[in-house]
């Protein structure tokens, strides 16, 4: 497991400079699946292009495979544009794991409640008891290999789980807006 260095030529051809031969995408994608840290550069200008030839690489397993890549996540990653770096991380933990998202979001939202006096301290403990999964007591991190390897199955709920949510958002929201009894 090292890295192994590949060139990219003008006419597409990759080499690899560690085996000495040419390589397609798919034995890219079988030396990061050993574990090996693969990087592309242009043969000319040394330009680093292991980023787009790594979403070439999944573009192909994609059309070779099929449901590599959940629909949720290229629609989030789509609509996430041009955001700050942080914000697509955020995303992407959201994704990876939702509930740990929720989780967060939930107590930060519960936290600005009490902040503003519109909950007292026994009514913000009450609603994280009610709100939180008590499963979850810290947020984990998730690397992007985990996310790539993430199957098709469980796009339908992951998005159930975005709408579920968006749903406890309204609802804190709306609480917030409540006036206080």
């Known amino acids: 497991m090292g890295e192994i260095q590949i060139k990219r ?3 597409r051809k990759l080499y690899d400079t560690v085996n ?3 390589v ?3 034995d890219i994608a079988g030396y990061i699946a050993n574990g090996d840290a693969v990087r592309v550069v242009d043969h000319e200008s040394g330009q680093d292009l292991t980023t787009m030839t790594l979403a070439q690489v999944i573009v192909d397993q994609e059309r ?3 449901g590599l890549i959940p629909r ?7 609509r ?3 955001a700050r770096l942080e914000d697509l991380g955020e ?3 959201a994704f990876l794991a939702p509930q740990e998202f929720v989780n967060r979001h939930i107590r930060l939202r519960l936290e600005r409640l009490k902040a503003r006096g519109a909950l007292s301290e026994e009514e913000f403990e009450q609603w994280l008891i009610s709100l939180l999964d008590p499963d979850i007591a810290n947020p984990v991190e998730v690397s992007h290999e985990t996310a790539l390897s993430l199957p098709e199955k469980h796009g339908a709920e992951i998005e159930h789980l975005w709408r579920e949510l968006e749903a406890l ?3 804190v929201d709306a609480l917030a807006r409540s006036p206080k009894a």
């Open 91 to 93: 995303s992407m933990q």
């Open 24 to 26: 397609t995408l798919e």
């Open 20 to 22: 000495r031969c040419y």
């Open 9 to 11: 030529y003008n006419n």
């Open 169 to 171: 958002e309204r609802a």
């Open 72 to 78: 949720a996540l290229l629609t989030r990653l789509i």
């Open 64 to 66: 070779r495979l099929g």
């Open 80 to 82: 996430i544009g041009e």
